[in-house]
């Protein structure tokens, strides 16, 4: 493994493997929701009925409304954005409260819970 290691903020290693200028001044994501990894593709949700790119919880939450899903209101959880299907109903949703946090493991969660609903591409 060559590269370049590089410790953020946290004391978290991640490795470069072909480090450019670009990918050590980087410090904003391109696409909020996508992955910013040196090499990494950045990927969009799209709703599949109407072909629409999730741009933002807004949109979610209007699209998951239609198929059944409603916003559960937890005091336990502040930093998190939960959707269930019903009471009892063991499928939840839970998402960060920042859109700009809304990574690719909480994209194909709603993916895998919404199957023929949601896909997630390439911009």
């Known amino acids: ?20 200028r670009e990918s050590f001044e980087q410090k904003e994501p391109p696409y909020p929701g996508t992955a910013t990894a040196p090499g990494a593709r950045p990927r969009v ?22 198929l059944g899903w409603t916003r559960y209101h937890s005091s336990n959880s502040p930093d998190l954005l939960q959707f269930h299907r019903s009471d009892t109903s063991p499928h939840l949703i839970s998402l960060p409260v920042n859109f ?13 819970k919404n199957r023929s ?3 997630v591409r390439d911009p």
């Open 1 to 20: 493994m060559s590269g370049v290691w590089i410790f953020d903020k946290n004391g978290v290693a991640r490795l470069i493997s072909n480090p450019t």
């Open 117 to 119: 609903y949601f896909e």
């Open 45 to 66: 949700l799209v709703y599949l009925p109407a072909n629409q790119i999730i741009g933002s919880y807004a949109d979610l939450e209007h699209r998951l409304g239609e």
């Open 100 to 112: 700009a946090n809304f990574k690719l493991l909480h994209m194909y969660d709603i993916v895998v």
